[in-house]
């Protein structure tokens, strides 16, 4: 998956803003980075807003990757029908795509 990393301090994210949140730079570098980490967090979401209907009901998961930067992300179908995805335990965060809008599944491993 591919992160951003502010030029100016070298924060890590995921989240398209146009400023640093931490040190307001407003230029930042495309880093790859693995998407391997561990579940944090997750929830199932049975009445999805008006846009997210047809994919009910469907879980999505916080990571934190290993460099310690949060990702949220779907789970896959087949995932969700069981969760079976434990706190703690090892995920991979992949990006469906590189450019907005981002889409990002989170899978067990
Ligand atoms: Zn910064």
Redesign the pocket.
Known sequence: MVIRR?Q??G?PSVTPLPV?P??L?DTFDAVHQDGNGTCLSWTRIRRPATDFKCAEPFIVAVARLQNGTLVTGRLAQAEAADTALEIGAPVVVTNQANEPPVIRRVRPL
Do not use: K, Q
């Open positions: 502010c100016s301090c924060h640093c931490i040190c730079g």
